[in-house]
């Protein structure tokens, strides 16, 4: 099913023929798809049938909240606590990340609100709403005579009490139906969109936050022969903005030129952005739960820039020993890894770096890579890996005799020119056996400690389209972790099983694992990666 694109710049935006997948069905009316920025995982809503759900890669759909007050619209807050929009309670209302409910707000002038519906974050924190009547009708809510005569559009302002009633920041006659809601990148302008007028207006934010010189934006978004109306919305890195539409999701230029169409097979309510870098697109549609791969990335909202904060160092098990002192890894990865998006690096297994009669064999690092295994668990994972399609580079350190011009003012270089290591056509410079280069495989050289800085290898992973690094090699704490640090820093996925990783000794090991890869790197086993492998 091909998208449709009416202007060149839709091809910037996604490839017309890319798939949309079908990630589960069975549903009444999906809504309020949110991804979690540290778990990985997307949670929806079903009003209908009253429950809250989550999608999890590689683990399918489950239920996490049953009955949910028919919560539609959800998102976080810059700490990440949820926030809803509930139509059984016509309230906005904040899930804490301990779990606790707080209420804050379900009244304006004294007046049941009719039933909040979509809901987002400004960057100073405020929380901005709709507020149509859906959720007072049948199937979508609970049956009741609204309070309000008009249907408007809210803030909460920062600082704002749970229980304190919103501001209006709009004309409360100006909308049919509010419904959809979204800030541009920069957080100065925000859109708003209503399913009865079949319309997207666009509003300065004021330096108080009301909305201010609305215009219309876009208008006839509606088609009498294929169902589906302004509803869910959003904005990309670039200001493009998303709206669901007749067929699926149109795509606006910043200045209102309608791009291209996303073509779905049912009719799409919401939409979120997520996966690993913000570029899918989570499609909440009728019965079902869909994803498309984009090219652009998601407008970055104050949640998304959410950072794990580790525990401090006296939380972490005192380093003495390996024996004294458990790793910290993970028993599975919580997401699928597919193979034409990942790449296996097989880093400085050489015979200088970790075979005996090495020019390093003195520091122990035969005995550690015996230890841990690493050459049959590197072959296992690098068979598996090609199998399903994945890309395997070979990364390896090569000096040329007397190492010219190889920087002198680190111990490790010092080292490996004393010690002529890692020298062209000699055999340290060879790969252990086992570990020797297949049909297919690449070859990356190197003069740096991490594979990326004197290597192509950054190209090749573009060029190939591979966003996953499944991270193996010597020395853990040396090339491995630099490799690691600099991955994530340009925003691919970094997976360590430590099992296929080594170094000098188990403890400079596992201080490596246990502290700078946790923040960096999903740090595993060899047996969990192949069983993540798609």
Same mark, same amino acid.
């Given at each position: 099913?091909? !998208?449709?694109?009416?202007?060149?710049?839709?091809?910037?935006?996604?490839?017309?023929?890319?798939?949309?997948?079908?990630?589960?069905?069975?549903?009444?009316?999906?809504?309020?798809?949110?991804?979690?920025?540290?778990?990985?995982?997307?949670?929806?809503?079903?009003?209908?049938?009253?429950?809250?759900?989550?999608?999890?890669?590689?683990?399918?759909?489950?239920?996490?909240?049953?009955?949910?007050?028919?919560?539609?619209?959800?998102?976080?807050?810059?700490?990440?606590?949820?926030?809803?929009?509930?139509?059984?309670?016509?309230?906005?209302? +904040?899930?804490?990340?301990?779990?606790?409910?707080?209420?804050?707000?379900?009244?304006?002038?004294?007046?049941?609100?009719?039933?909040? #519906?979509?809901?987002?974050?400004?960057?100073?924190?405020?929380?901005?709403?709709?507020?149509?009547?859906?959720?007072?009708?049948?199937?979508?809510?609970?049956?009741?005579?609204?309070?309000?005569?008009?249907?408007?559009?809210?803030?909460?302002?920062?600082? !704002?009490?749970?229980?304190?009633?919103?501001?209006?920041?709009?004309?409360?006659?100006?909308?049919?139906?509010?419904?959809?809601?979204?800030?541009?990148?920069?957080?100065?302008?925000?859109?708003?969109?209503?399913?009865?007028?079949?319309?997207?207006?666009?509003?300065?934010?004021?330096?108080?936050?009301? @909305?201010?010189?609305? +215009? @219309?934006?876009?208008?006839?978004?509606?088609?009498?022969?294929?169902?589906?109306?302004?509803?869910?919305?959003?904005?990309?890195?670039?200001?493009?903005?998303?709206?669901?539409?007749?067929?699926?999701?149109?795509?606006?230029?910043?200045?209102?030129?309608?791009?291209?169409?996303?073509?779905?097979?049912?009719?799409?309510?919401?939409?979120?952005?997520?996966?690993?870098?913000?570029?899918?697109?989570?499609?909440?549609?009728?019965?079902?739960?869909?994803?498309?791969?984009?090219?652009?990335?998601?407008?970055?909202?104050?949640?998304?820039?959410?950072?794990?904060?580790?525990?401090?160092?006296?939380?972490?098990?005192?380093?003495?020993?390996?024996?004294?002192?458990?790793?910290?890894?993970?028993? !599975?990865?919580?997401?699928?890894?597919?193979?034409? +998006?990942?790449?296996?690096?097989?880093?400085?297994?050489? #015979?200088?770096?970790?075979?005996?009669?090495?020019?390093?064999?003195?520091?122990?690092?035969?005995?550690?890579?015996?230890?841990? #295994?690493?050459?049959?668990?590197?072959?296992?994972?690098?068979?598996?890996?090609?199998?399903?399609?994945?890309?395997?580079? !070979?990364?390896?350190?090569?000096?040329?005799?007397?190492?010219?011009?190889?920087?002198?003012?680190?111990?490790?270089?010092?080292?490996?020119?004393?010690?002529?290591?890692?020298?062209?056509?000699?055999?340290?410079?060879?790969?252990?056996?086992?570990?020797?280069?297949?049909?297919?495989?690449?070859?990356?050289?190197?003069?740096?400690?991490?594979?990326?800085?004197?290597? +192509?290898?950054?190209?090749?992973?573009?060029?190939?389209?591979?966003?996953?690094?499944?991270?193996?090699?010597?020395?853990?704490?040396?090339?491995?972790?630099?490799?690691?640090?600099?991955?994530?820093?340009?925003?691919?996925?970094?997976?360590?099983?430590?099992?296929?990783?080594?170094?000098?000794?188990?403890?400079?090991?596992?201080?490596?694992?246990?502290?700078?890869?946790?923040?960096?790197?999903?740090?595993?086993?060899?047996?969990?990666?192949?069983?993540? @492998?798609?």
């Amino acid at each position: 099913m091909a !998208h449709l694109a009416i202007a060149d710049g839709f091809h910037k935006i996604i490839d017309v023929n890319e798939p949309v997948r079908h990630l589960g069905t069975g549903f009444i009316f999906t809504e309020g798809p949110l991804w979690h920025p540290v778990e990985n995982h997307l949670i929806f809503s079903d009003m209908p049938g009253d429950v809250r759900r989550k999608y999890m890669p590689g683990q399918g759909i489950s239920e996490i909240a049953r009955p949910s007050n028919k919560g539609n619209g959800m998102t976080y807050d810059a700490d990440l606590n949820l926030l809803i929009c509930e139509h059984a309670t016509s309230s906005v209302v +904040r899930v804490n990340r301990d779990g606790t409910r707080e209420t804050l707000c379900s009244k304006f002038a004294g007046k049941e609100l009719n039933s909040p #519906n979509d809901i987002v974050v400004a960057n100073d924190g405020s929380i901005y709403f709709t507020d149509p009547t859906y959720g007072r009708q049948e199937h979508f809510g609970v049956p009741r005579p609204t309070q309000l005569d008009f249907q408007g559009v809210y803030r909460l302002p920062p600082g !704002h009490r749970p229980g304190d009633e919103p501001q209006l920041v709009v004309d409360k006659y100006l909308f049919g139906q509010p419904n959809g809601l979204c800030f541009s990148p920069c957080g100065k302008w925000m859109w708003v969109n209503d399913t009865d007028q079949a319309n997207i207006r666009m509003f300065d934010v004021a330096g108080d936050g009301h @909305l201010t010189n609305g +215009r @219309l934006f876009a208008g006839g978004i509606r088609d009498d022969q294929l169902a589906g109306l302004p509803d869910g919305m959003k904005a990309d890195q670039d200001g493009n903005l998303y709206v669901t539409a007749p067929g699926g999701v149109w795509v606006y230029s910043f200045h209102g030129e309608l791009l291209g169409k996303i073509t779905c097979p049912e009719m799409v309510a919401n939409m979120h952005w997520g996966g690993d870098d913000w570029s899918t697109l989570f499609l909440c549609a009728s019965t079902s739960l869909y994803s498309v791969k984009m090219r652009k990335r998601g407008r970055e909202e104050p949640f998304m820039r959410y950072r794990f904060h580790p525990p401090k160092a006296q939380e972490f098990p005192a380093v003495t020993s390996s024996a004294a002192s458990p790793l910290i890894l993970k028993d !599975h990865l919580d997401f699928r890894i597919e193979g034409a +998006r990942t790449a296996m690096i097989l880093q400085d297994l050489q #015979n200088d770096v970790m075979i005996d009669g090495g020019a390093f064999a003195a520091t122990g690092s035969p005995d550690h890579a015996r230890d841990q #295994n690493v050459v049959a668990n590197v072959r296992r994972l690098a068979d598996a890996v090609r199998s399903r399609g994945g890309m395997i580079i !070979h990364v390896w350190m090569v000096l040329e005799p007397g190492a010219p011009y190889l920087c002198q003012h680190a111990e490790l270089q010092k080292g490996l020119k004393d010690n002529k290591a890692l020298v062209r056509g000699t055999w340290g410079v060879a790969p252990a056996a086992g570990l020797e280069p297949q049909p297919g495989d690449l070859i990356v050289e190197k003069m740096s400690m991490s594979a990326w800085e004197t290597s +192509r290898l950054d190209a090749y992973l573009r060029h190939g389209g591979r966003d996953t690094i499944i991270n193996t090699g010597s020395w853990t704490n040396m090339s491995v972790e630099h490799t690691a640090r600099t991955g994530a820093d340009k925003g691919y996925r970094m997976i360590v099983p430590e099992d296929a990783c080594s170094t000098m000794n188990a403890d400079w090991h596992q201080v490596s694992i246990n502290y700078a890869m946790q923040n960096v790197a999903a740090v595993t086993r060899t047996n969990a990666v192949i069983a993540a @492998l798609a």
